[in-house]
């Protein structure tokens, strides 16, 4: 996978995307545009279906319809995420922010509210694939050790007290953004910005959905987290004294 960062270019030739949705003029318009875009593309029209595809195809990322029939799209996330941290973009036809939520504390890392144009899903899946790719094209040699917490910027591994750790690409994005810098606050629209790309024109509730699922797989107390503090009327920082 090849990527331009002073561009912000992905060279989409490369990439693999399974979109799933049962309404089937939704798959045809959005295949007919991301074939366009230069992505490769297969569809299923229900969840069972997406996710025998998923084990086929292996996707670098997934769009996902949350209401279908049978198996809807937060099962589907759910079940992906049981052995895969692939890219995840949920489309809603609900405008209820508990139902954004819902798909991002199960693993999704953005969401499209219908309807959408097909110029925002393109430029929200570029910046998904970028999120993903970015640190592998310009990290560092340099592994972050706080206290019990490993991060290796090359591989974009995470461990605990020599146990691999599981995170989406935008919650190892927060992560590392934080802990690059211990002590320094960051806002969440500051977040909103670096870990889920300019493009994202979402809203700042998104980063504490994500902070929360970091602290229940990094925090021994999720309660009382150690690595991820809360900067009270700002957002959110990393510990210095680990």
């Known amino acids: 996978m090849k990527i331009d960062i002073k561009k912000g270019l992905v060279r989409q ?83 209820e922010e508990i139902d954004k939520l819902l798909g991002l504390e199960l693993g999704a890392d953005d969401y499209i509210t219908k309807p959408f144009s097909l110029k925002e899903v393109g430029a929200r899946l570029r910046a998904v694939l970028r999120r993903t790719s970015q640190y592998q094209e310009n990290a ?3 592994v972050l050790v706080h206290g019990d917490l490993w991060i290796n910027p090359v591989k974009r591994e995470v461990k605990i007290a020599g146990e691999a750790v599981s995170l989406t690409p935008t919650e ?44 229940r797989k990094i925090e021994i107390d999720p309660a009382l987290p150690r690595y991820i503090q809360t900067v009270y009327s700002i957002g959110y920082k990393f510990g210095e004294e680990i």
């Open 172 to 215: 190892y994005s927060i992560l590392y953004i934080l802990a690059k810098h211990p002590g320094r606050p960051y806002s969440r629209l500051q977040l909103l910005d670096m870990a889920l790309d300019e493009s994202y024109q979402g809203y700042d509730r998104v980063i504490d959905t994500h902070i929360s699922n970091l602290r």
């Open 140 to 142: 560092i040699e340099e």
């Open 13 to 95: 030739m490369e990439y693999r995307v399974l979109i799933v949705d049962d309404e089937p003029k939704i798959l045809a318009m959005l295949d007919t545009y991301l074939l366009a875009e230069g992505f490769k593309i297969k569809t299923a029209p229900d969840g069972q279906q997406g996710l025998r595809v998923f084990k086929e195809f292996a996707p670098h990322a997934v769009i996902l319809d949350v209401m279908m029939p049978g198996m809807n799209g937060l099962d589907v996330c759910k079940e992906i995420r049981k052995d895969s941290i692939v890219p995840i973009i949920m489309l809603t036809a609900r405008a």
